[in-house]
């Protein structure tokens, strides 16, 4: 502990000295973030790229064939002739609308007048659909051939006297939203904020509550601006712009929370301005540097996985807590040591005793911690219980924006007989003659639940494509069995060379993320049960903490899999259906995300644990005087992190919904029944072993030691707390 507190009272004296040079710098590293908060979102990749797998590699062979069209979710234009017509009888003038689509660059295109196959009719022979293969969009913000497609499809359709219009999983993923820019950052950051300042209003009862959100502005632009240099020479998921307003705005907060309570609980003792800096930055900095490498590590372990989406969110992700490390460890203390006093008014609220309610609730916990532990851990037991369900793969089309034209469409095609299976098309590749070709194309057919199989006239380097469009959607890790019994069929034969499409990047996922995420998970483990012992100096304590956090995110994805996936409560609060799945890069990157964020309250109560133990000698009295201390200040973080996740799950896409509310939902979970009840129950169970760490591993670790102490450690009322709680 000597180390790290020597580490902390370095930093202190070196800012303290440079208040000036501090502040300059972030100032100007402010000024240089605000451009690039706004250049950012046109650099981001949006690529889903699975290098080494079937499906992708199968992929790329086809974009080289077809000049860049590529094989996952087409936009399926749907033409309907007037009553008394059929499709076969205006077959002129359907050919010449889809034909208005062929010359576009890139784009792949499948329609009746070119295969005469009868599946692509709907039941009473008045509809008919296309697939349209196109090339990925450049970034989040590229709308071009979109736009081109659109206008040339309407304007064919006006042309011919035909009615019509484009549906496809993406469409149907966009909702009602129209706009280029996509969701709005800002808008969403600002309701974030909103609520972060109400929190903060009723914790500091002062005009220093508004400190808290200036380090988060300075924080958030800061990463925005090394994103922006790192996307000069690495690819950046379109993702990673959300997680920094979002989750950046709810760490900064949460951690200038931590530092700016301890310096006023300092000021109340007694002490001068910079003695207050000092000491909350030497205690709260500690755990504030703790947290956030944590966080950092937890994140920076998906690159463990051959996934360049999820590394991208690993690399891009870490610097958001490092990055609020580095404002509050710095900017922080320079800010309460020149302008703190003046901003703390009114001081209505008082630092130098213990919250009542929580002190009170702590000591209850000390009289009856069985009763507590098992109470928590059947709770958390409940939560667990759905994730045996859960399924893999993306959200349903009935879980997109049901009120869409693209929904409407799709919603017209399912009644004239034709499944959801249009929205996932496979694509089968041959490089073979077209005598075996067509046997693979004849295979595929045989199989149960397709509706039609089109074999595509031949590309580049000898591919040819193969369209096997399935009775129903390929989204889930239960649905993509049709794609293993069409590639199993085909395999065999001559000339076979693999499946593409959405169907097949799921099972590309299966392999990729979840065959390795094991590795990730036991890495994230191991780094953060040494940087905790580091921390703690224990052995227990952080085995316990890694243990906990296990099971914690274990609840959020059992909560989410019954809220999401089986729909009980997403129709009534979003009004989306149930998503029939978890979208496949989902579950790792809530894992990393909530594994740093939610060791941040551990660590946050267990350093205030372990002073006041070093302090008094009794674990009970550890107990009380730690959670009466951190129970209101994490009770806060938690609640600034979640309405910064509210305020994220306002945007469109489902997914990203899924995403912030499995956060908030595991923040409020893990500050409430994880931290308040089972984390100090369980640590007045272990009584002196918590806080055991063998001189042994002290010497590896380069900490003080923590000999196990005799048994017979004072209890609660035989130690003097020195402090009369107050109200909270």
């Not at 504030?288 to 051959?306: Q, R």
């Not at 978890?582 to 551990?602: Q, V």
């Not at 806060?636 to 509310?661: E, N, Q």
């Amino acid at each position: 502990m000597l180390i790290q507190e020597n580490l902390m009272d370095r930093l202190s004296s070196f800012v303290l000295a440079r208040r000036r040079w501090i502040f300059g710098f972030w100032l100007v590293v402010f000024i240089a973030g605000i451009p690039a908060a706004g250049a950012v979102s046109k650099r981001l990749s949006l690529d889903f790229s699975l290098p080494g797998q079937s499906g992708y590699e199968t992929e790329q062979k086809l974009i080289k064939a077809y000049g860049g069209a590529v094989a996952g979710e087409p936009y399926v234009p749907v033409v309907t002739v007037a009553s008394g017509q059929t499709v076969a009888g205006s077959a002129t003038d359907i050919k010449a609308v889809f034909d208005a689509l062929r010359p576009l660059a890139g784009v792949r295109v499948i329609d009746y007048s070119t295969t005469h196959d009868k599946g692509l009719i709907s039941a009473d022979g008045r509809t008919t659909f296309g697939l349209v293969y196109a090339p990925l969009p450049t970034s989040f913000t590229d709308t071009v051939l979109k736009k081109q497609i659109d206008t040339a499809f309407a304007t064919a359709l006006t042309a011919h006297h035909l009615t019509g219009s484009i549906t496809g999983y993406n469409q149907l993923a966009a909702g009602d939203s129209s706009s280029d820019s996509g969701p709005s950052i800002l808008t969403e950051t600002l309701l974030g904020a909103v609520g972060a300042l109400a929190v903060l209003a009723f914790v500091f009862a002062s005009l220093l509550a508004l400190v808290p959100l200036l380090i988060a502005a300075v924080s958030i632009l800061t990463t925005f601006l090394i994103v922006l240099l790192l996307t000069t020479f690495a690819d950046v998921s379109f993702v990673v712009q959300f997680l920094i307003a979002l989750v950046g705005l709810g760490v900064a907060i949460d951690y200038s929370l931590l530092v700016v309570s301890r310096w006023r609980e300092e000021i109340a003792h007694g002490h001068t301005n910079e003695e207050a800096v000092r000491i909350s930055v030497r205690h709260a900095g500690h755990a504030v540097l703790a947290s956030g490498v944590t966080v950092a590590i937890s994140l920076l372990a998906l690159v463990v996985v051959p996934v360049p989406l999820l590394q991208s969110m690993g690399y891009g992700g870490m610097l958001i807590p490092l990055c609020s490390v580095a404002v509050v460890l710095t900017l922080l203390p320079a800010l309460l040591a020149s302008v703190g006093r003046r901003v703390d008014v009114p001081h209505i609220r008082k630092e130098g005793v213990a919250s009542r309610g929580w002190t009170a609730w702590a000591k209850s916990i000390v009289r009856k911690p069985w009763l507590v532990a098992a109470g928590a851990l059947i709770l958390l037991g409940f939560a667990i219980a759905p994730l045996h369900n859960i399924q893999f793969g993306q959200s349903s089309s009935t879980s997109q924006g049901t009120t869409s034209a693209a929904y409407r469409t799709l919603a017209s095609l399912e009644a004239g007989g034709i499944g959801s299976g249009v929205l996932t098309p496979i694509v089968l590749v041959s490089n073979g003659t077209p005598a075996q070709t067509q046997a693979i194309a004849a295979a595929a057919a045989m199989v149960p639940g397709i509706r039609a199989v089109v074999p595509n006239a031949p590309g580049k380097l000898g591919y040819t494509a193969i369209d096997v469009i399935p009775n129903q959607e390929t989204v889930n890790s239960s649905s993509v069995a049709i794609v293993d019994k069409v590639s199993k069929a085909a395999k065999a034969l001559p000339g076979y060379v693999g499946a593409a499409g959405a169907g097949a990047t799921i099972v590309d996922y299966r392999h990729a993320v979840y065959d390795n995420f094991p590795y990730v998970i036991g890495l994230i483990a191991v780094i953060t049960f040494i940087l905790l012992v580091r921390t703690f100096r224990s052995i227990l304590l952080p085995l316990k903490a890694v243990l906990l956090n296990l099971i914690s995110l274990a609840a959020v994805l059992g909560v989410s899999t019954y809220f999401w996936q089986d729909g009980h409560g997403s129709n009534a609060v979003f009004g989306v259906a149930p998503t029939g799945a978890m979208t496949f890069w989902l579950p790792p990157l809530i894992f990393a995300f909530l594994f740093g964020l939610s060791m941040d309250y551990e660590v946050f109560i267990l350093t205030r644990m372990r002073e006041e133990y070093d302090r008094s000698g009794s674990t009970q009295a550890a107990v009380v005087r730690g959670l009466g201390r951190t129970g209101r200040l994490v009770t806060s973080a938690a609640l600034i992190l979640f309405f910064a996740f509210a305020a994220l799950a306002s945007a469109p896409g489902t997914d990203i919904k899924v995403f912030a509310t499995a956060l908030g939902v595991g923040i409020l979970l893990d500050a409430t029944i994880v931290r308040a009840l089972l984390v100090p129950s369980l640590v007045v169970l272990f009584g002196r072993w918590n806080w055991w760490l063998p001189e042994s591993v002290a010497k590896i670790l380069r900490v003080q030691p923590s000999p196990l102490h005799a048994t017979g450690e004072p209890l609660l009322d035989q130690v003097d707390l020195h402090e009369e709680s107050v109200n909270a």
